[in-house]
């Protein structure tokens, strides 16, 4: 079993940043791919970006390619999601997960998951 728990959301403007982290415990996080993925109220949860657990495949979606990098440090068995230039419509509860290999962009793909940190983004 694999624990996640999201930090580092909150209240911000249109334009500013954020970062989320993802810190992940219990049964080994080694070899495991990371995504990100966002809710909103009466939508489906959205796939955002995912890592491999080398790093050198990251996926994202086309509304956050260019603004927001997922980045992860095993050392610390740890996720991120640097967010820049964040817009309204980004305001959503941002979830990590963790899947064994493989990086997909399908959320019922994924094994475990955090609980969730709310991003709100003020126009």
């Known amino acids: 079993q694999v624990q996640l728990v999201e930090s580092g959301g909150g209240l911000v403007q249109a334009g500013d940043s954020l970062r989320l982290s993802c810190a992940a415990s219990g049964r080994t996080f080694r070899g495991a791919t990371m995504g990100w993925f966002r809710q909103t109220p009466g939508k489906e949860r959205e796939f955002v970006a995912a890592i491999s657990w080398t790093g050198v495949i990251r996926n994202y979606a086309d509304s956050v390619k260019g603004r927001f990098t997922i980045s992860r440090d095993n050392a610390k068995n740890t996720g991120y999601l640097q967010m820049n230039s964040l817009k309204p419509e980004d305001t959503a509860v941002y979830y990590c997960?963790?899947?064994?290999?493989?990086?997909?962009?399908?959320?019922?793909?994924?094994?475990?998951w955090g609980q969730g940190t709310q991003v709100t983004v003020s126009s």
């Open positions: 997960a963790a899947r064994g290999l493989g990086v997909v962009l399908t959320a019922t793909e994924y094994d475990y």
